[in-house]
């Protein structure tokens, strides 16, 4: 099992930057992928990014140039610049094993002026 707490989400104005960590604990030497998703207000659950163990790091177009995804022993970073109104969202990090999925509790980016 692996357990994820999120932080780092808050209201911040257009423009500005925020990191999204995610901690993990449990069995996470079964971790192979890592990605950060997003939940609009009545919208789907998105991809924003991802990275695998051997793989390439992949960013949702709306997102290139401005987000980075990376990780550090068992944490899972994401870092957020040039927010925009658009990048509002509940943000949820998603890592997964050979078997499952993980997902954690999620936490709220509100980009407002």
């Known amino acids: 099992q692996v357990q994820l707490v999120e932080s780092g989400g808050g209201l911040v104005q257009p423009g500005g930057s925020l990191r999204l960590t995610c901690k993990a604990s449990?069995?996470?030497?079964?971790?192979?992928?890592w990605a950060w998703y997003r939940q609009a207000p009545g919208k789907q659950r998105d991809l924003v990014a991802s990275m695998t163990r051997f793989g390439p790091t992949t960013y949702a177009d709306s997102v290139k140039g401005r987000f980075s995804i990376s990780r550090e022993n068992a944490e899972l970073f994401l870092q957020m610049t040039s927010l925009n109104l658009e990048d509002t969202a509940v943000y949820y990090c998603?890592?997964?094993?050979?078997?499952?999925?993980?997902w954690g509790q999620g936490t709220q980016v509100t980009v407002s002026s």
């Open positions: 998603n890592l997964g094993t050979s078997r499952t999925y993980y």
């Open positions: 449990g069995s996470i030497f079964s971790i192979n992928s």
